[in-house]
C-alpha cells in the first residue's frame, strides 16, 4: 500500500475506534477557518479528538485554528468537523495538508463544506460579507501531483463544477428565508503566509478572483477527487484594494475579529442546509 494511504487509514482507523464506543457515524464533514471555529460550539452532544493524538496527523499551528475533530449532532445530521484547517505555508507538504479530508472520506462523509476568512478583491464585497464559493482559482501546488491514489479517484478527476451547483442554489434558498444577505464569486488562492501586495490583489482582480486567501482548494481537490460534493463559503476580513490609506496594514488578529463577527450568519446557514441534506 502506499505510504500516503497507510497514514490516511492508520489515523482513521484510530478515530473510528473512538466512535464506535458512542456509536457515531459522520454523514458531513466540515473545515472551520480562520475565526470560524465557533460552529463546533453549535455542535450538541460534541467529542472532541485533539489532532495531537491521532497517529501521524499533522497538527495545526495557525491563528485562531484550535486544532481539534469535534464530531456530534449539527442540524440533525451527525458531522465531524475540524476545528482548524492544516496550511501549506505551515511547512507541511500537500499530502499532509489535504490528509484530514481524506482520513474524513474514508470514516465515510458523504458531503465536505469548507470555510474561511478571505480578502474581499472585488470592491463590491466589504468586512462581513459572507461569500458562497462558486469556482476558484488554484495558485497553489495541486494536492493531486505524484502518483495517483486509485482507492481515492481517478488520475484526472474533472473540475468543471467544484462546488455544487444544488448546494449553492439551497443555501441561497435558505438565506433569502433567513434575511441573510450572500454575495457570490470565485476564490483565489495562494500559498501566503504573507498578505499580498497591492499589485497582487490588483492582479488577482483582474484574472477574475473576487476573493482570495491561503487554503480550501487543496482540501476541496482531493473531495472532488472522490466524489464528494462541496460546498464552500468565504468570510471576508479585510478589503483587500489597492487604494490603501497611508497608515494600512493587513493584521492577523483582525481577521479572526471580523470573521467572529460574521461566523453566527455562516452557521445559520451551514446548519439549515445540512439540516436539508438528503443522506442516503
Known amino acids: ?30 473545515v472551520l477557518g480562520s475565526g470560524l471555529g465557533k460552529l463546533a460550539d453549535e455542535i450538541s452532544d460534541p467529542l472532541t479528538i485533539p489532532y495531537s493524538e491521532i497517529p501521524d496527523f499533522p497538527v495545526s499551528t495557525a491563528l485562531g485554528h484550535k486544532g481539534n475533530f469535534i464530531i456530534g449532532e449539527l442540524g440533525g445530521k451527525t458531522v465531524i468537523a475540524m476545528q482548524g484547517r492544516i496550511h501549506y505555508y505551515e511547512g507541511y507538504p500537500m499530502d499532509l495538508v489535504t490528509m484530514p479530508i481524506r482520513v474524513m472520506i474514508v470514516l465515510g462523509i458523504k458531503y465536505l463544506f469548507v470555510s474561511n476568512a478571505a480578502g474581499g478583491v472585488n470592491y463590491d464585497l466589504h468586512v462581513g460579507d459572507l461569500m458562497i464559493i462558486t469556482d476558484h482559482i488554484n495558485f497553489l501546488p495541486n494536492p493531486l501531483i505524484g502518483p495517483n ?60 478572483g473576487d476573493a482570495t486567501g491561503m487554503s480550501t482548494i487543496p482540501e476541496v481537490i482531493v473531495a472532488r477527487h472522490a466524489s464528494i460534493p462541496v460546498f464552500g463559503m468565504s468570510c471576508i476580513t479585510n478589503e483587500a484594494h489597492d487604494n490603501y490609506s497611508a497608515d494600512y496594514e493587513n493584521n492577523g488578529h483582525d481577521v479572526v475579529e471580523a470573521a467572529n463577527k460574521a461566523a453566527g450568519r455562516m452557521c445559520a446557514v451551514f446548519t439549515e442546509l445540512i439540516r436539508r441534506l438528503e443522506i442516503e
Open 1 to 30: 500500500m502506499d505510504h500516503r494511504s497507510e497514514r490516511i487509514h492508520k489515523a482513521a482507523s484510530y478515530i473510528q475506534g473512538v466512535l464506535d464506543g458512542f456509536s457515531l457515524k459522520p454523514v458531513v464533514g466540515i
Open 149 to 208: 491514489l486509485d482507492d481515492f479517484g481517478p488520475r484526472f478527476p474533472d473540475m468543471t463544477r467544484p462546488y455544487d451547483p444544488h448546494l449553492i442554489a439551497l443555501a441561497k434558498e435558505i438565506a433569502q428565508q433567513k434575511g441573510i444577505t450572500l454575495k457570490e464569486g470565485t476564490y483565489f488562492g495562494w500559498s501566503g503566509p504573507t498578505y499580498e501586495t497591492p499589485h497582487e490583489y490588483k492582479l488577482i482582480r483582474i484574472v477574475g
